[in-house]
C-alpha cells in the first residue's frame, strides 16, 4: 500500500481542513423517525437496574480476584487472572462508556463514580476521553475530525491482530498520560479540550501516574508481580474483549458519511456478551439516540429497525463482514461496503449520499454551523426535522404559544419565524420554561431532550441545563441558555418573548 493513498487522519492535518470545506462538521445527521411521546419514554434512567449491572460486573470481579488470589503461585491462577482482566480491561469499556455519556444512572453522582473507575482502569484520562467522546459523536468517522478512529484505512491484517493485545497502545497512553501530567498537552487533545478543562487533565493525570507508579514499586519492594497484575497490567492482558466488541462498532464501514446507518453498525449478540458490552451491540441506534440508556436499547431496536439495514445476524457474520472489507481496504483503500439495504426515506436514496442527507420530513439539513465544539455557539437556526408547533397569534404583545394541557415532564417545540424555542413543563408541577430551542453547545434541539425534574438534557452529547436559571449543569455544555417569561392565559400559553435575566 503507498503511502499516497493513505488518508492523514491526525485532527490537525489537511484532512481536517477538509472535512469543513466538505460541510461534514457538526452537521446535521440522519435520525429516523420516532413518536416523540415513545422516546421519551425509552429515555427514561433507572438507578436500580444500573446498579445492579453494575454490582454484578463489580462481584465478578472480585470473585475472579480472590480466585487468582488463592490459586496463586499455581498455573490456576492464569484462567482466573484471563477472567479479570477481561472484566477490568474489556467489560470496563462499555461502563465508562454508558455513564460517560450520563445514562446509565439517574444520578448524576453514581453515573460520574463508574466513570471515573472505569476510565483509570482503561488509562484513560477522563476529561481527555469525556470530550474525545464528544467529537467522536459529532463527527463520527469523519477523518480529520474524529479522535477514535480505530481503524485508519487501510488497516493490514497484523495491525488488526495487534490491537487484541495492545503492547504498544497501552505504553503509549502511559506516556502521554506522563506528559499531561507534566503539563505538555499534545496538540489533539489541544485540539477539541476547551482550555479551562485543561488544568483538571493535568491533576487526573498526576493521579494516574501516582497510582500506576505506587503499584510498580509495591511489585518490587515485594518482589511479586501481583500487584500490577491487579492494577494496571490487566489494562493490557484483558484489552482483547474492549476490541473484540469495539471491532464491530465501525470497522469496515464507511468514512465521512451523515448517516449513522452507513458508517455503524448494530449487531445481534447473546445475552451474556450484552451483559458484559451493555448492550453496545445496538450502535446505530446508540449513535442515533444517545440520550437512550443501555438498557432501553433493545425496545429502541423494536421500534427504529425498519429504517435502519437490517442487523448482523451474529457477531460472527460481523466478523466475515469486517475482514472481508478490510482485504479489499488492503488492496483498494478507497473500498467501501455497499448498503444497498438502508431503506431510502421519503423517496430520497443514501447509497451515494456523501455530504448531504434528508431529515424525516425530506428537508435539507446540511446547512453549516458555526460551533467551535467546546461551548461558544452559533446563531439561531429553524431546521424541520420533527414535530413543530408553530408559534401563534399576537395579543397585546403575547405571543400564543398553544394550549397549555402539555403533558407533565415534557417539552415541545416551537418555532417562530427564523428562531426556535423550547417550552418544557417539568414533573409534578404546573410549572412552565420557556427557553432558546437550540443547545448553547450544538444545535441540538433540546425539546428532543431528556427532561427530568428541572433538568433538561440535551439529545446530542448529554449536556444539562437548571431550567430555573439556564445555566448549564453537564458538560460539554458551558454556555448558559437564554430563557424567556411565560404565562398561562385562558387555557393557553403566552409569552412576549423577551429574555429573562
Ligand atoms: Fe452538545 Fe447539546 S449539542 S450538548
Redesign the pocket.
Known amino acids: 500500500m503507498s503511502e499516497a493513498s493513505r488518508r492523514d487522519y491526525s485532527l490537525t492535518g489537511a484532512e481536517s481542513a477538509l472535512a469543513v470545506e466538505r460541510g461534514l462538521v457538526e452537521a446535521e445527521w440522519f435520525r429516523p423517525p420516532i413518536e416523540s411521546q415513545r422516546l421519551h419514554a425509552l429515555q427514561q434512567r433507572n438507578n436500580h437496574r444500573a446498579a445492579v449491572d453494575t454490582i454484578l460486573w463489580l462481584a465478578l470481579l472480585m470473585a475472579f480476584g480472590y480466585l487468582a488470589w488463592m490459586a496463586w503461585p499455581s498455573w490456576w491462577a492464569v484462567p482466573a487472572f484471563a477472567v479479570y482482566g477481561a472484566l477490568y480491561g474489556g467489560a470496563g469499556d462499555s461502563r465508562w462508556h454508558e455513564c460517560g455519556h450520563g445514562t446509565a444512572f439517574r444520578s448524576k453522582r453514581l453515573n460520574d463514580i463508574v466513570y471515573y473507575l472505569a476510565s483509570f482502569m482503561l488509562l484513560r484520562q477522563p476529561t481527555l476521553w469525556r470530550w474525545s467522546h464528544?467529537r467522536h459523536h459529532?463527527d463520527t468517522i469523519i477523518v480529520g475530525r474524529d479522535p477514535e478512529i480505530v481503524f485508519p484505512r487501510p488497516t493490514s491484517p497484523l495491525g488488526v491482530i495487534a490491537t487484541f493485545v495492545p503492547l504498544s497502545k497501552v505504553p503509549q497512553a502511559l506516556w502521554r498520560t506522563a506528559k499531561h501530567a507534566a503539563g505538555r498537552i499534545d496538540t489533539d487533545a489541544a485540539d477539541f479540550i476547551p482550555v479551562d478543562e485543561l488544568g483538571k487533565l493535568k491533576w487526573e493525570s498526576r493521579v494516574y501516574i501516582a497510582i500506576i507508579a505506587g503499584a510498580s514499586a509495591w511489585s518490587l519492594l515485594a518482589w511479586t508481580p501481583l500487584p500490577v497484575l491487579y492494577i494496571g497490567l490487566p489494562t493490557i492482558y484483558g484489552a482483547w474483549l474492549m476490541v473484540f466488541f469495539a471491532l464491530t462498532q465501525h470497522a469496515g464501514l464507511r468514512e465521512d458519511v451523515l448517516d449513522h446507518r452507513l458508517n455503524s453498525r448494530t449487531v445481534y449478540m447473546n445475552p451474556i456478551l450484552r451483559f458484559l458490552y451493555s448492550n453496545m451491540n445496538y450502535h446505530v441506534e446508540h449513535h442515533i439516540f444517545p440520550t437512550v440508556p443501555y438498557y432501553a436499547l433493545p425496545a429502541l431496536h423494536d421500534e427504529v429497525k425498519k429504517h435502519l439495514a437490517p442487523a448482523s445476524r451474529s457477531t460472527f457474520a460481523a466478523y466475515r463482514e469486517i475482514f472481508s472489507a478490510m482485504r479489499k481496504q488492503w488492496q483498494d483503500s478507497s473500498f467501501d461496503l455497499p448498503r444497498p439495504d438502508v431503506p431510502s426515506i421519503n423517496g430520497k436514496v443514501n447509497k451515494d449520499d456523501v455530504v448531504k442527507n434528508d431529515d424525516a420530513n425530506g428537508a435539507d439539513v446540511t446547512s453549516a454551523c458555526a460551533n467551535d465544539g467546546g461551548g461558544g455557539v452559533t446563531s439561531r437556526h429553524r431546521i424541520d426535522t420533527g414535530v413543530t408547533v408553530w408559534a401563534g397569534d399576537t395579543h397585546d404583545g403575547m405571543v400564543d404559544l398553544g394550549a397549555a394541557d402539555m403533558p407533565m415532564g415534557t417539552s415541545r417545540r416551537i418555532d417562530r419565524g427564523d428562531n426556535t424555542y423550547a417550552l418544557h413543563r417539568v414533573n409534578d408541577s404546573q410549572e412552565f420554561y420557556l427557553t432558546d430551542g437550540l443547545?448553547t453547545?450544538?444545535?441540538?434541539h433540546l425539546a428532543e431532550g431528556v427532561l427530568d425534574g428541572c433538568v433538561i438534557e440535551?439529545p446530542?452529547?448529554?449536556?444539562c441545563f437548571d431550567l430555573s436559571s439556564g445555566a448549564p449543569t453537564r458538560l460539554?455544555?458551558t454556555a448558559s441558555l437564554t430563557r424567556y417569561e411565560v404565562t398561562v392565559r385562558n387555557g393557553r400559553i403566552v409569552s412576549d418573548l423577551e429574555e429573562t435575566r
Open positions: 464528544v459529532t443547545c453547545h450544538g444545535r441540538a440535551c446530542k452529547h448529554n449536556g460539554p455544555a
